[in-house]
């Protein structure tokens, strides 16, 4: 299954974890999102998560 287009990085980026975002949007597990993501974005959701919370 794949997030919806830009789902799962709102979510990341709202501070829901990628266990969470995994489970959420019914990847098998957080490695099935992490391939995925990396595939989509370039980099793992945990990544792309402290990205956004850095402060501008």
Request: with cysteine.
């Amino acid at each position: 299954m794949n997030c919806c287009n830009g789902c799962c990085p709102t979510w990341l980026a709202a501070g829901e974890t990628p266990v969470d975002v995994a489970g959420q949007f019914g990847f098998a597990d957080q490695s099935h999102l992490g391939r995925w993501f990396r595939r989509a974005y370039g980099m793992t959701p945990a990544d792309y998560r402290r990205q956004c919370q850095r402060p501008a």
